[in-house]
């Protein structure tokens, strides 16, 4: 029934160790029908899947403390009944009538699906570096020493935070010192911990800039801590109404409305910081990519001991790695840490370790080069379309970032409604708005990372169709 060429010690070893390993709850007899009975029920209920290699009769008897024959004439009278398959060389497999009708639940759709997805949030992942990043992981697994595969510094890996702050001080003037970075499972986790700082040092409320992500303020929800919101206006967020003992904002690129934090806007903010003692985080999630000549360095640069720098390869690469890092002032490093710790220990130590190769093997840096250009032609594509097929609709935040904001006649929230009925999803500017009103903004937020190159052009078709009427 099983491989027969299992005779020498070796391949004895290999044949036990083949096979998947089986949960059997056995009565106190341990026979022969006892362990059919599991395996039938175990199959029926879907359990065991079709094509599952089962353990051999030898090795299955070993881990149920039962004899071998036992277990070999079970698998015979399965076989017989239909429910197992077995063949010479390929072992004793779940059969395929045997499976239970179920779905699975990759194929039940958590929400609705659409023909084509202009929301924003995530970047072009077709374009994903596979080459660049299956030759850093090789090379990483290679090099990585062996206690890279135990559990070691919740801060992270040396080589990670080596590199990241060679990056961050080169590409976006943060003042990061190794010691001081910790990285985390996305800014998700980041802004959890530091929620957790604030909630610890007796804070209830973290202000928030009025626009922003709704996760976001569910994390912060989430730790027991109110968020209050700042109102945002063209010059990003008014710092005079900062409150509380937690800020959050996005300097570099307000998210969604685009703008940056004007630099009398920033400097303030440092001074609350410095005044109220409380945690400025600086939300850098797509600092990469900027369109135009004027640079917008980190808010952080101006006081490091002050400000919480958080950045992200979610947009960079894609948000399914969740690798996301903070620069800690001092005197935080030791309560975050001790925060990650009881939080997940550390994040994954291999894919550190490859992000770590990747960003030092120049392809990080070329990846975003080439990243940015690509973005920009979308970008450009989708302006010059607007102009001639939608002219009634004004195009706002272009000059940074993988999303544009549409100031439209009307409903915002109608126009997307009536782009779903068509199979367009958009978002309004609402959905983002910490508390709407009739008086909040009419505006359409497009992001143009996520369509592949294929669907793009028939995407921004449908979407000019729909802002066009
Ligand atoms: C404003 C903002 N910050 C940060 C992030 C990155 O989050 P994460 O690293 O958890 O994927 C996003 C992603 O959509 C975002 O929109």
Aim: hydrophobic fraction near 40%; proline fraction near 6%; charged fraction near 25%.
């Amino acid at each position: 029934m099983e491989d027969s060429r299992a005779t020498s010690p070796s391949d004895g070893a290999r044949a036990e160790a083949a096979g998947a390993d089986l949960h059997l709850e056995l009565s106190a007899t341990r026979g022969r029908n006892d362990l059919v009975q599991a395996l039938h029920e175990s199959i029926r209920t879907g359990r065991l899947v079709a094509g599952t290699r089962l353990p051999s009769s030898r090795s299955l008897a070993k881990d149920l403390g039962i004899a071998r024959n036992t277990v070999a004439d079970a698998y015979g009278q399965l076989v017989a009944e239909g429910w197992l398959t077995a063949r010479q060389g390929s072992g004793t497999v779940v059969a395929n009538r045997a499976a239970v009708p179920t779905t699975p639940a990759a194929a039940r759709p958590l929400e609705k699906t659409y023909r084509y997805d202009l929301r924003p949030g995530t970047p072009d992942v077709a374009t994903f570096p596979r080459t660049e990043w299956l030759a850093a992981t090789r090379k990483a697994l290679t090099m990585a020493p062996n206690e890279a595969f135990g559990l070691g510094d919740p801060r992270g890996r040396p080589e990670l935070r080596q590199v990241l702050a060679d990056y961050l001080a080169r590409a976006r003037g943060v003042r990061a010192d190794p010691e001081r970075i910790l990285i985390c499972s996305g800014y998700v986790q980041a802004l959890s911990l530091l929620g957790e700082i604030v909630k610890t040092l007796g804070g209830t409320t973290m202000a928030v800039e009025e626009f922003g992500y709704g996760l976001h303020r569910d994390v912060i929800r989430a730790r027991g801590l109110s968020p209050v919101a700042v109102p945002v206006d063209s010059l990003g967020a008014c710092t005079s109404e900062l409150t509380g003992e937690g800020v959050l904002l996005t300097p570099a690129h307000q998210m969604p409305t685009g703008v940056p934090l004007a630099p009398e806007r920033r400097t303030a903010a440092i001074e609350w910081a410095r005044e109220t003692g409380g945690v400025l985080i600086e939300d850098d999630y797509d600092g990469e990519f900027r369109y135009d000549r004027q640079a917008v360095g980190a808010l952080q640069a101006l006081d490091p001991e002050r400000v919480v720098y958080t950045g992200t390869a979610s947009k960079s690469l894609a948000p399914g790695l969740r690798l996301a890092w903070m620069v800690l002032p001092e005197h935080l490093v030791e309560p975050v840490v001790a925060a990650k710790r009881t939080s997940d220990y550390q994040t994954a130590t291999i894919e550190q370790l490859v992000l770590a190769e990747f960003i030092a093997s120049g392809h990080y840096d070329r990846h975003v080069r080439r990243s940015r250009l690509h973005y920009r032609r979308r970008r450009d594509r989708l302006v010059e379309l607007l102009s001639v097929r939608a002219p009634n609709v004004q195009v706002a935040g272009i000059s940074a970032g993988l999303h544009v904001l549409l100031d439209v006649p009307g409903d915002a929230e109608d126009m997307v409604a009536r782009a779903a009925r068509q199979g367009l999803a958009l978002a309004s500017l609402t959905t983002y708005h910490f508390n709407p009103t009739p008086a909040t903004r009419q505006a359409v937020i497009v992001g143009y990372g996520t369509p592949p190159d294929h669907a793009y052009p028939g995407a921004l078709d449908l979407l000019c169709q729909v802002l066009g009427v």
